[in-house]
Nanobody
């Protein structure tokens, strides 16, 4: 069994910061890559940041310069540091972890349950 859990969401004032974590546990070899998505009511999930096995990263234009994605391979955890938060960043944030499993080292994708981020004064 594999579990992917996000935590760290909450209520923050505009201009504030939050750090989200995405932790994978269970019968995994390693995390290959992780995508952070966000979703607001009535809209599709949009990818905001991604980190790849080699450490490369990618960001949506809307968060460039404000969000930083990083990883701790020893802890099978990926972080999303969110600074200079704006009300339009309010959403449920989800991570999608591409996980390597088994002796065949096959790649499987798992969603976390989501964590609410609310930016409001």
């Amino acid at each position: 069994q594999v579990q992917v859990v996000e935590y760290g969401g909450g209520l923050v004032q505009p201009g504030g910061s939050l750090r989200l974590s995405c932790a994978a546990s269970g019968s995994i070899e390693s995390i290959d890559a992780v995508d952070w998505y966000r979703q607001t009511p009535g809209n599709q999930r949009e990818v905001v940041a991604a980190i790849f096995s080699g450490g490369g990263t990618n960001y949506a234009d809307s968060v460039k310069g404000r969000f930083t994605i990083s990883r701790d391979n020893a802890k099978n955890t990926v972080y999303l540091q969110m600074n200079s938060l704006k009300p339009e960043d309010t959403a449920v944030y989800y991570c999608y972890a591409h996980i390597i499993m088994g002796v065949a080292r096959r790649r499987y994708g798992y969603w976390g349950q989501g964590t609410q981020v609310t930016v409001s004064s």
